[in-house]
């Protein structure tokens, strides 16, 4: 299919000039006359030019003013601007609302055709970045976040409400395996940097010595074998986001100069000695209780509170296991896809496997027991086989045992507590029932630690001396 290219002027002969000329050139040409008429085929969903060729001065209209409507809807393509009478000022303007060039009439053919070229070139580059911006778009929306529970409808919100806003710093903490990663990519591709680029960097899979010059870059003869300057990762993310993936594994030192980057928003490169001005949106994920890892001294606090502008914290699987179902669902429909195979049933026995089992690994060990049974259930059979699932059964949950004396505890709800109150005692006697072990209760009560410790202080429950877990 050839690439469009749309001639805004109303000149009549130069106009059916250009029209032929780029027809026979192999172009599908549109050509308004007008303004109103460039933005009905622009902005009325018909026409997505590569390349806009545009008189500066048209009857109902300035071209630059509607250079600077189109850029504002966010339509791609590439501008140039002919004109017989441009002035300075209009080149500047045209030029910061990003128009290729700008030409002054009469233009020799040949010429333009060697300027439209390289407007060709940049326009499909162009084109290609926005087509893969928009599917990632589609692929990381919200609702790729699956679940119909409340802790993940919750997720969902704050997904939403985190894309919306212009942060600097994002904490996003959970278990392995409960989709940090995802996250990530759904605060990215869904947010105001959609169009830059996202970096990712595992922070633990990468040797201590070397993760300065990949975070920072670094110069020709900063150390050995380094032959050549390099851009690091601060760098290749300007102007979008860079995810530090288990930001818990960095050393305290490395932390300090992130944390000098991340509040001047400038870099310097290893063995360099000129500031590099950034604008990165930081986004950090961990496994690790990041607070016990400050009060241990292991993590820097300064850094931990920079980070933490805003948190996420997703839950394990074992926490929403009314999620399984359409998380297995959407799994085999995924590999039915990928491998052309044609399941669509699950036995009632698969389904209480599936329910029952402790999934320590979280979405991510679902998201492989589910890729492995589809792929080696026969490529004829409709239904899921369970032997292929492979579940250790030492995994799956035990029946829950007879309620006891101990295990029980009774509220009144005759209105005599109120709710904080109710919450309180159940905090209180659960701290009492394990000996202020804050580990163990909050185990018990099925939260983290550092949820039962804002509770505790909330609450004014001080555990004994000596005895804080």
Same mark, same amino acid.
């Given at each position: @299919?050839?690439?469009?290219?749309?001639?805004?002027?109303?000149?009549?002969?130069?106009?059916?000039?250009?029209?032929? #000329?780029?027809?026979?050139?192999?172009?599908?040409?549109?050509?308004?006359?007008?303004?109103?008429?460039?933005?009905?085929?622009?902005?009325?969903?018909?026409?997505?030019?590569?390349?806009?060729?545009?008189?500066?001065?048209?009857?109902?209209?300035?071209?630059?003013?509607?250079?600077?409507?189109?850029?504002?809807?966010?339509?791609?393509?590439?501008?140039?601007?002919?004109?017989?009478?441009?002035?300075?000022?209009?080149?500047?303007?045209?030029?910061?609302?990003?128009?290729?060039?700008?030409?002054?009439?009469?233009?020799?053919? +040949?010429?333009?055709?060697?300027?439209?070229?390289?407007?060709?070139?940049?326009?499909?580059?162009?084109?290609?970045? +926005?087509?893969?911006?928009?599917?990632?778009?589609?692929?990381?929306?919200?609702?790729?976040?699956?679940?119909?529970?409340?802790?993940?409808?919750? +997720? &969902?919100? @704050?997904?939403?409400?985190?894309?919306?806003?212009?942060?600097?710093?994002?904490?996003?903490?959970?278990?392995?395996?409960?989709?940090?990663?995802?996250?990530?990519?759904?605060?990215?591709?869904?947010?105001?940097?959609?169009?830059?680029?996202?970096?990712?960097?595992?922070?633990?899979?990468?040797?201590?010595?070397?993760?300065?010059?990949?975070?920072?870059?670094?110069?020709?003869?900063?150390?050995?074998?380094?032959?050549?300057?390099?851009?690091?990762?601060?760098?290749? +993310?300007?102007?979008?986001?860079?995810?530090?993936?288990?930001?818990?594994?960095?050393?305290?030192?490395?932390?300090?100069?992130?944390?000098?980057?991340?509040?001047?928003?400038?870099?310097?490169?290893?063995?360099?000695?000129?500031?590099?001005?950034?604008?990165?949106? =930081?986004?950090?994920?961990?496994?690790?209780?990041?607070?016990?890892?400050?009060?241990?001294?292991?993590? &820097?606090?300064?850094?931990?509170?920079?980070?933490?502008?805003?948190?996420?914290?997703?839950?394990? =699987?074992?926490?929403?296991?009314?999620?399984?179902?359409?998380?297995?669902?959407?799994?085999?429909?995924?590999?039915?896809?990928?491998?052309?195979?044609?399941? &669509? #049933?699950?036995?009632?026995?698969?389904?209480?496997?599936?329910?029952? #089992?402790?999934?320590?690994?979280?979405?991510?060990?679902?998201?492989?027991?589910?890729?492995?049974?589809?792929?080696?259930?026969?490529?004829?059979?409709?239904?899921?086989?369970?032997?292929?699932?492979?579940?250790?059964?030492?995994?799956?949950?035990?029946?829950?045992?007879?309620?006891?004396?101990?295990?029980?505890?009774? =509220?009144?709800?005759?209105?005599?507590?109120?709710?904080?109150?109710?919450?309180? #005692?159940?905090?209180?006697?659960?701290?009492?029932?394990?000996?202020?072990?804050?580990?163990?209760?909050? &185990?018990?009560?099925?939260?983290?630690?550092?949820?039962?410790?804002?509770?505790?202080?909330?609450?004014?429950?001080?555990?004994?001396?000596?005895?804080?877990?």
């Amino acid at each position: @299919m050839p690439d469009s290219l749309l001639i805004i002027e109303d000149e009549s002969l130069l106009g059916a000039e250009l029209q032929r #000329h780029f027809r026979r050139e192999g172009w599908e040409v549109s050509w308004a006359r007008s303004i109103a008429e460039a933005e009905s085929l622009l902005f009325g969903e018909t026409l997505t030019p590569l390349i806009v060729l545009s008189d500066m001065s048209l009857p109902d209209g300035n071209g630059l003013d509607l250079l600077e409507s189109v850029r504002q809807k966010n339509l791609g393509g590439e501008w140039l601007f002919l004109t017989g009478y441009g002035t300075v000022p209009d080149s500047v303007r045209a030029l910061k609302l990003g128009a290729l060039d700008f030409l002054s009439k009469p233009c020799d053919l +040949a010429r333009l055709d060697l300027i439209i070229a390289a407007a060709t070139r940049s326009g499909r580059a162009q084109r290609r970045i +926005a087509e893969h911006s928009a599917a990632a778009a589609r692929r990381y929306s919200v609702d790729s976040f699956s679940g119909n529970s409340s802790a993940s409808n919750a +997720a &969902r919100q @704050m997904l939403t409400r985190l894309a919306s806003v212009p942060y600097s710093a994002l904490l996003i903490s959970g278990e392995t395996g409960t989709g940090k990663g995802l996250a990530a990519r759904i605060l990215h591709h869904g947010g105001m940097r959609a169009n830059a680029p996202l970096v990712e960097v595992n922070c633990a899979a990468l040797p201590h010595e070397l993760i300065e010059s990949e975070l920072f870059g670094h110069e020709p003869g900063a150390f050995t074998g380094a032959k050549t300057r390099r851009r690091g990762l601060f760098e290749q +993310a300007d102007g979008g986001t860079l995810f530090l993936d288990e930001v818990g594994e960095l050393a305290p030192d490395l932390q300090a100069k992130l944390l000098k980057a991340i509040e001047d928003k400038v870099i310097r490169r290893v063995g360099g000695d000129r500031e590099i001005a950034l604008d990165v949106q =930081l986004i950090a994920a961990t496994n690790q209780d990041l607070v016990e890892a400050v009060a241990a001294r292991r993590f &820097r606090e300064d850094f931990y509170h920079r980070l933490s502008v805003f948190r996420l914290e997703l839950p394990p =699987l074992r926490q929403r296991r009314e999620d399984i179902r359409a998380l297995v669902q959407r799994f085999v429909a995924e590999f039915n896809l990928k491998a052309g195979k044609k399941i &669509r #049933h699950i036995r009632d026995s698969s389904w209480l496997l599936l329910e029952q #089992h402790d999934w320590p690994g979280n979405v991510r060990e679902l998201h492989n027991a589910i890729e492995r049974a589809v792929l080696l259930t026969p490529g004829d059979a409709d239904t899921l086989q369970e032997e292929w699932l492979q579940l250790t059964p030492g995994r799956i949950l035990p029946a829950p045992p007879q309620a006891s004396s101990e295990t029980l505890l009774c =509220l009144p709800l005759d209105g005599s507590m109120a709710l904080d109150d109710m919450d309180r #005692h159940i905090i209180q006697t659960t701290l009492v029932r394990y000996a202020y072990n804050v580990t163990a209760a909050a &185990r018990a009560l099925g939260t983290t630690r550092e949820t039962l410790r804002y509770r505790v202080d909330k609450y004014g429950l001080k555990p004994e001396a000596g005895k804080d877990g």
